[in-house]
């Protein structure tokens, strides 16, 4: 039983480059959730999603795009990746934001140089 | 808007007790606790509905003031396990769908 899954777990980018991270979980949960966090700033919500098809911005989306093709996976992207997006990043589903716990895949670091 | 979380850190000795405060500027449904060790990923401790219900889980207990969208996290005769930083996250009334955490507690635990 994985639960949640990120991929890749460490990635290094230039200024400019794009990348997609991606988020799989099997536990049939409908939301799912993209964070980052930076010292001293907690975890910031990206965008979330309440279920296939569907996505949300969060506090700090700009910068970011997702899609939530499949009920499983929901993939962040950066189109243009600059140094403020150097960070942790956090992805996270449940089954309910009223009564259920979000479990959280490892992380992914990312770099922009 | 994040949550307000305070203190910022606490240092304790193993056995002394701690307090964590969480506040929301709005009419909040929820109130979750997660605790995070270095390198780790957030792990959750337990969730408070609207309803000013308080739960526990071992020594680790937490209170929910609906009328002043305050929750505390209690930590009752704290263990060396205990150290790792506190999030709490609140999710605002009418539906909002999505968790929003505050900066984080850092508590350490020494022997």
């Known amino acids: 039983n994985a639960g949640v899954t990120q991929t890749p777990k460490f990635r290094v980018l230039k200024t400019g480059q794009s990348m997609t991270l991606l988020c799989a979980q099997d536990?049939?949960?409908?939301?799912m959730y993209w964070y980052r966090q930076d010292p001293g700033m907690g975890l910031r919500l990206i965008h979330y999603?309440?279920?296939?098809?569907?996505?949300a911005k969060g506090e700090v989306p700009d910068g970011y795009n997702v899609s939530r093709l499949k009920k499983q996976n929901f993939l962040l992207g950066l189109e243009s990746a600059a140094p403020s997006q150097t960070s942790v990043y956090f992805c996270?589903?449940?089954?309910?934001?009223?009564?259920?716990?979000?479990?959280f895949g490892e992380g992914s670091r990312l770099t922009v140089l | 808007q994040q949550p307000v979380q305070s203190p910022q850190a606490v240092i304790l000795r193993e056995g002394e007790d701690a307090v964590i405060n969480c506040s929301s500027s709005?009419?909040?449904?929820?109130v979750h606790w997660y605790r995070q060790k270095h390198g780790e990923a957030p792990v959750f401790l337990m969730i408070?509905?609207?309803?000013?219900e308080q739960k526990g889980h071992d020594k680790i207990s937490a209170s929910f003031n609906e009328k002043k969208q305050q929750s505390s996290l209690y930590l009752t005769a704290s263990q060396l396990s205990y150290s790792g930083t506190y999030f709490c996250?609140?999710?605002?009334?009418?539906?909002?769908?999505?968790?929003?955490f505050g900066k984080g507690t850092k508590l350490t635990v020494n022997p």
């Open positions: 999603s309440v279920g296939e098809g569907t996505t």
């Open positions: 408070l509905l609207k309803g000013g």
């Open positions: 709005k009419a909040l449904y929820s």
């Open positions: 996250g609140t999710e605002a009334q009418g539906g909002s769908e999505k968790l929003v």
């Open positions: 536990m049939n949960h409908e939301y």
């Open positions: 996270a589903s449940s089954y309910s934001t009223y009564t259920g716990e979000l479990f």
